[in-house]
């Protein structure tokens, strides 16, 4: 069955650094996600993207954020510079006219 | 953020017998609603879902239970086995159809299924 995969799995980066978490979505959905939970808290809705542009974004999802798809499989989430409050687990998710399909997510730890 | 809750945090089921993971929601305009499972270091797994135009909608051994009026629905495992240990979440859209939209997540139920 077709996955969404993510890397890395981990990434450690200290405060105020640029970090960029990539995921290959399944090939043929349209609809991209980015979902993130703090550990101990709800998985919260970051952003979703159709059409190469953004559709729909949370508040958390401010100027520090952007999402890129840079070419036909890669969508990339960039946070700008990392604050401490974005250690979290980031899924990537897709979806074509179906439940959204989740990635196994990455751990951003901001140190 | 409290349109999405699931009051129990946890639930502990005899392998065999009937686990039910409840989830309540306050937004009226909630139209679908979904149960994702979690394992560890995984991604949450699309489980079951249910439109509001329906109360139920059973696949196998899960079965989930909508009622509007309560704004309330849930999930039930028939018969529970020790693999369904996980983290059940429920997620509601208001979308129209949950599948190109944002969810908004409950908090979780952990369930234990015990050999």
């Known amino acids: 069955e077709p996955e969404v995969t993510q890397t890395p799995s981990h990434q450690v980066t200290q405060m105020g650094q640029e970090v960029i978490l990539r995921c290959v979505p399944i090939?043929?959905?349209?609809?991209f996600y980015w979902y993130r939970q703090i550990l101990g808290q709800k998985v919260e809705f970051l952003v979703s993207f159709y059409n190469n542009e953004i559709s729909e974004k949370s508040e958390i999802f401010d100027d520090q954020f952007s999402v890129e798809r840079p070419d036909g499989s890669n969508f990339t989430l960039k946070i700008r510079s990392t604050k401490l409050e974005d250690s979290a687990m980031y899924f990537c998710?897709?979806?074509?006219?179906?439940?959204?399909?989740f990635g196994n997510g990455t751990r951003l730890t901001v140190t | 953020d409290q349109q999405v809750k699931q009051n129990s945090p946890s639930l502990s089921v005899q392998e065999g017998r009937i686990s039910i993971l409840n989830c309540d929601y306050t937004?009226?305009?909630?139209?679908?609603f979904l149960w994702y499972k979690k394992y560890p270091a995984e991604g949450p797994t699309f489980l079951i879902s249910i439109s509001s135009i329906k109360d139920k909608n059973e696949d196998g051994r899960f079965t989930v239970f909508l009622n509007k009026s309560a704004k309330h629905l849930s999930l039930h495992i028939v018969p529970s086995q020790p693999g369904d240990s996980a983290v059940y979440f429920c997620?509601?859209?208001?979308?129209?159809?949950?599948?190109?939209?944002?969810?908004?997540f409950g908090q979780g139920t952990t369930l234990q299924v015990k050999p």
């Open positions: 998710a897709s979806s074509l006219n179906s439940p959204l399909h």
């Open positions: 090939s043929n959905h349209l609809y």
């Open positions: 937004n009226s305009m909630f139209d679908y």
């Open positions: 997620a509601a859209s208001q979308d129209g159809s949950g599948n190109t939209g944002k969810l908004i």
